[in-house]
């Protein structure tokens, strides 16, 4: 499956490549840093979704926080390079990412969020 880096999912998976998830992160971390990189969406809502999925693809590891307020955080998964391959479209300037598992379309984001 191909991602493009102008998908949330490939705008997530290029900020693990670029060294974004070598520490662990909280949800509102990824959004804050898609919005500074001038990718944000109108919505956020669909990027716990998407991380979770990630998790699932074992492209990205999560662990809950401890505490009062505890709180899932993400950091890339140590075998990143094994399920994630970059490749440059006919010279453009677009990267794309091609995991062995499916995504869920829209419609599977939809229905996860609550």
Known sequence: MKISEDELYGRIIWLSLDGFFDEWRSTSDVAKELLRR??????FK????A???LVALEVL??????GRKAKW???KAEKIEEKVITEENG????TYASLQRSLP???DIND???
């Open 73 to 75: 955080l993400y950091r």
């Open 91 to 94: 010279g453009l300037d677009h």
């Open 46 to 49: 669909h990027v716990r979704p």
């Open 51 to 53: 991380l979770e999925h």
């Open 112 to 114: 996860c969020v609550v």
């Open 61 to 66: 590891e999560r662990e809950r926080k401890p």
């Open 105 to 107: 379309t829209s419609k």
């Open 38 to 43: 001038g990718w944000a969406s109108k919505d």
